[in-house]
């Protein structure tokens, strides 16, 4: 046996996971703090859809006076920051509850420090960027898919890319997840979410910087919950067994890959959402199967535990188990299979490589590396 090699694990400090949490939203955020002016940071069609309904009706009921905003997009641009923190400071908002998808909570999170700073938003990319502290945050998913929740990371759309902001500040204070919330999702969303929080917790597992034996315990747990799962919340999407599991999958992955980061599959992916707005969980699913296949040369032993893990038949390589049981997945779940179906075109794919290349922040944590070149023929090979 060897010595443990020394390492870092953060998280949120407090989580509660419960059915039907957002009808009972007024007693939990009376008990957590004393805040009564919550800024609501969520999308047009959570709102549209009456995902919010029962909070607000359970937040003025307990004695809150909400302001929402609701103008958060896909990929959101920085804009959506700016103005969710302006509105929080014109309004005198003293939480910040995040509400609804990766997006709405990546914008919560900024607009918690920005509510407070006059730290200018093109300051903050990069790692251990923010300055001072920020509104107290909370933070509800209503898709199992990002983990941004328990996440310290922002991903933003910038000067026709994504960027990220990494840093302590960005824990979030409270997590609550219900479920409930994630029943009436969409087939095609269920799906790229959940593949996408498969990526995490595998990318998590892989990672080269960072990796330790509490994400590993973390990744693998979710990867267990989130294949068991994915085609049953797909095709019977009111099973709650399913949508529970689903969300506290996503969660844990969350937690891993904060920890032990992701890597070329998220880096592959960033052109899809920032040139052409593919959801990110479904660029994600786009390009797993080929970097799996990129990286099995120095990552085949992670993959073959990680197939133990989930009781997959060994294969004939090591580690090819998993990835013909994780393409199986994606073509059962029903989610987009190339490039091509998502309005790439062939000549699209070099601009994409070289958009790839920026994403030092994440192939740094890679198994394998990968070049330009390398990028083109992964980007060929899902096309």
Same mark, same amino acid.
């Given at each position: 046996?060897?010595?443990?090699?020394?390492?870092?694990?953060?998280?949120?400090?407090?989580?509660?996971?419960?059915?039907?949490?957002?009808?009972?939203?007024?007693?939990?955020?009376?008990?957590?703090?004393?805040?009564?002016?919550?800024?609501?940071?969520?999308?047009?069609?959570?709102?549209?859809?009456?995902?919010?309904?029962?909070?607000?009706?359970?937040?003025?009921?307990?004695?809150?006076?909400?302001?929402?905003?609701?103008?958060?997009?896909?990929?959101?641009?920085?804009?959506?920051?700016?103005?969710?923190?302006?509105?929080?400071?014109?309004?005198?908002?003293?939480?910040?509850?995040?509400?609804?998808?990766?997006?709405?909570?990546?914008?919560?999170?900024?607009?918690?420090?920005?509510?407070?700073?006059?730290?200018?938003?093109?300051?903050?990319?990069?790692?251990?960027?923010?300055?001072?502290?920020?509104?107290?945050?909370?933070?509800?998913?209503?898709?199992?898919?990002?983990?941004?929740?328990?996440?310290?990371?922002?991903?933003?759309?910038?000067?026709?890319?994504?960027?990220?902001?990494?840093?302590?500040?960005?824990?979030?204070?409270?997590?609550?997840?219900?479920?409930?919330?994630?029943?009436?999702?969409?087939?095609?969303?269920?799906?790229?979410?959940?593949?996408?929080?498969?990526?995490?917790?595998?990318?998590?597992?892989?990672?080269?910087?960072?990796?330790? =034996?509490?994400?590993?315990?973390? !990744?693998? *747990?979710?990867? $267990? @919950? #989130?294949?068991? %799962?994915?085609?049953?919340?797909? +095709?019977?999407?009111?099973?709650?067994?399913?949508?529970?599991?689903?969300?506290?999958?996503?969660?844990?992955?969350?937690?891993?890959?904060?920890?032990?980061?992701?890597?070329?599959?998220?880096?592959?992916?960033?052109?899809?959402?920032?040139?052409?707005?593919?959801?990110?969980?479904?660029?994600?699913?786009?390009?797993?199967?080929?970097?799996?296949?990129?990286?099995?040369?120095?990552?085949?032993?992670?993959?073959?535990?990680?197939?133990?893990?989930?009781?997959?038949?060994?294969?004939?390589?090591?580690?090819?188990?998993?990835?013909?049981?994780?393409?199986?997945?994606?073509?059962?779940?029903?989610?987009?299979?190339?490039?091509?179906?998502?309005?790439?075109?062939?000549?699209?794919? =070099?601009?994409?490589?070289?958009? !790839?290349? *920026?994403?030092? $922040? @994440? #192939?740094?944590? %890679?198994?394998?590396?990968?070049? +330009?070149?390398?990028?083109?023929?992964?980007?060929?090979?899902?096309?």
């Amino acid at each position: 046996m060897t010595a443990t090699a020394p390492f870092d694990f953060a998280t949120v400090p407090d989580i509660r996971c419960r059915w039907g949490a957002a009808g009972e939203l007024g007693e939990i955020l009376s008990a957590f703090c004393p805040a009564r002016r919550p800024l609501i940071v969520t999308d047009t069609g959570v709102r549209r859809a009456g995902l919010l309904d029962a909070a607000l009706g359970s937040l003025r009921a307990a004695g809150f006076d909400p302001v929402i905003f609701d103008q958060v997009q896909a990929d959101p641009p920085e804009a959506n920051v700016i103005d969710a923190a302006a509105l929080a400071r014109a309004s005198a908002t003293d939480l910040v509850l995040g509400f609804g998808g990766g997006s709405s909570l990546d914008v919560a999170k900024l607009a918690a420090v920005l509510a407070v700073s006059d730290q200018p938003i093109e300051t903050l990319y990069g790692i251990g960027q923010v300055r001072g502290a920020r509104l107290p945050l909370v933070q509800m998913p209503t898709t199992a898919g990002t983990g941004s929740e328990v996440t310290n990371i922002t991903i933003l759309s910038a000067r026709d890319s994504k960027m990220g902001v990494v840093a302590r500040q960005l824990f979030a204070d409270l997590v609550i997840l219900d479920a409930a919330l994630t029943v009436g999702l969409p087939r095609v969303h269920t799906a790229a979410s959940g593949i996408d929080a498969m990526v995490h917790a595998i990318e998590a597992y892989t990672s080269r910087i960072r990796k330790n =034996p509490m994400s590993d315990s973390l !990744a693998v *747990a979710a990867l $267990r @919950l #989130l294949s068991a %799962n994915l085609l049953t919340a797909c +095709e019977t999407p009111s099973d709650r067994p399913a949508r529970e599991s689903m969300l506290l999958g996503a969660m844990l992955a969350g937690q891993a890959f904060a920890n032990a980061p992701v890597a070329a599959v998220h880096a592959l992916a960033y052109p899809l959402g920032g040139r052409f707005h593919v959801p990110h969980g479904l660029s994600n699913a786009l390009m797993l199967i080929p970097v799996l296949r990129h990286n099995l040369s120095a990552a085949a032993a992670h993959y073959a535990e990680l197939a133990a893990a989930l009781a997959l038949e060994p294969g004939e390589a090591p580690g090819a188990s998993l990835i013909s049981h994780l393409a199986g997945l994606i073509r059962a779940a029903g989610a987009p299979q190339r490039l091509r179906d998502v309005g790439v075109t062939e000549a699209d794919l =070099p601009l994409m490589a070289r958009d !790839a290349m *920026a994403q030092t $922040r @994440l #192939l740094q944590n %890679n198994p394998v590396e990968v070049t +330009e070149a390398d990028a083109l023929a992964l980007y060929r090979q899902a096309f």
